[in-house]
């Protein structure tokens, strides 16, 4: 069975005391390269799992926190305004670009005060700065075309259905409320998507596409 890089030089050092004398093109040597790689290859496997898993767990804690506000279950039309608040047209006259200092502090203070936050609207607040923090002419910068392509393509997945946690169902909301945060203990909750028209069906975890 193939060990880690730890219990590899352990027993190793405990054979062969300093094992910093070791030949290059040892048995021993070629172990601790051995597991060495294993360790690499485990070490970048879990962190591009993470990085996949991480918008769900976002997710996720993001109605917990609006289960934890809540005293039961919450029906259709809150889980929505949860999700994206009405529509409202941008402003045609964006600030210049010296009123950056002012526009952070005003949204630092919207959000400090908002008591109902909107699940897709959460990237306004830095897409607002970045646009006008951005010269005219210059090119948007990597950071706002990230946030853009995410806010589109979480709004073609709220037209068709969007992943959430049941939260009309008291016992899950009450499961939500208690979650520990864990990637592995999502699986004790409820899913749903739920559609802009309204539309809803029971989903699984972890999503796979539109089921």
Do not use: C
């Not at 021993?28 to 485990?42: H, I, Y």
């Not at 952070?104 to 607040?125: E, V």
């Not at 700065?129 to 589109?152: F, H, M, Y």
């Amino acid at each position: 069975m193939p060990k880690s890089l730890a219990k590899v030089h352990k027993k190793i050092s405990k054979k062969k005391g300093n094992i910093t004398s070791l030949h290059e093109n040892s048995r021993d040597s070629q172990r601790l390269r051995r597991a060495s790689a294993r360790d690499d290859k485990l070490a970048r496997l879990s962190a591009a799992r993470a990085k996949v898993n991480k918008p769900h767990m976002q997710r996720v804690a993001f109605f917990q926190g609006a289960a934890k506000a809540a005293e039961g279950p919450i029906d259709v039309d809150q889980i929505q305004s949860l999700i994206q608040k009405s529509f409202q047209p941008p402003n045609p006259h964006p600030p210049p670009h010296n009123f950056l200092p002012s526009l952070q502090a005003s949204h630092i203070k919207q959000n400090a005060n908002n008591k109902s936050p909107r699940y897709l609207q959460r990237d306004d607040p830095e897409l607002s700065v970045l646009q006008a923090s951005r010269r005219p002419g210059r090119p948007t910068s990597t950071r706002e075309d990230l946030l853009k392509q995410r806010t589109t393509t979480e709004g073609r997945e709220y037209d068709a259905g969007f992943w959430i946690p049941d939260m009309g169902d008291a016992d899950n909301v009450e499961v939500l409320r208690n979650w520990n945060g864990e990637w592995t203990s999502l699986n004790t909750l409820k899913y749903v998507r739920l559609a802009r028209s309204g539309a809803r069906h029971e989903s699984s975890f972890p999503p796979k596409g539109q089921s």
